[in-house]
């Protein structure tokens, strides 16, 4: 079985004010005390943890997308990837952004929700032109753009490649969901 350590007792200086600030920056948006495990595990090699947790933290909480798009987002591309840590931290920060358990219900069974307005409808379809490896359909782009701009697309394309790289941290360490 391959695991990481956790390193938290071996940070000094630098590398633990880095842990101590990405541990505080999540603490409002997860409703957790601690740093994820998949974070503390990344810590192993702090620059990582750090550019890693950077990407994370503008994506989430400095960036263009709405929170509820940008969680819906996440849900729906861990959904498709079958990323279960991944799901489950994020149907928190979705119910806070206004998602509803029904709308969190059909994502899960793998739907998109008919009542989600059209922009977010067309946001939840470029996640899976990426999940399916092919290239944005023209009028999904239209659409999307319309609402939430280029920067925003950009950002959905983003979150993909940041949960899927969390996601290959969680599996080929074998990172368990964390209590609670």
């Known amino acids: 079985m391959a695991t990481l350590p956790d390193p938290t007792e071996r940070l000094r200086g630098d590398d633990r004010a880095a842990y101590e600030r990405m541990a505080d920056a999540r603490a409002h948006a997860d409703g957790r005390a601690t740093l994820g495990d998949v974070y503390v595990r990344m810590f192993n090699n702090p620059g990582v943890a750090v550019k890693v947790g950077a990407l994370g933290e503008h994506l989430r909480f400095h960036a263009t997308l709405p929170d509820d798009v940008r969680e819906l987002v996440i849900l729906r591309f861990a959904r498709r990837c079958g990323l279960s840590y991944e799901w489950s931290h994020h149907q928190r920060p979705a119910r806070l952004a206004g ?22 409808r067309a946001a939840l379809e470029v996640v899976d032109a990426v999940v399916a490896a092919r290239p944005v359909p023209g009028d999904v ?11 925003g697309i950009v950002e959905v394309v983003a979150l993909c490649g940041l949960y899927s790289l969390m996601g290959y941290m969680v599996t080929a360490f074998e990172i368990p969901l964390e209590r609670g």
């Open 141 to 151: 782009q239209d659409r999307f753009v319309a609402a939430h701009g280029t920067a």
């Open 99 to 120: 998602v509803s358990p029904t709308t969190i219900d059909r994502l899960a069974s793998g739907e998109i929700p008919d009542d989600l307005p059209d922009a977010t």
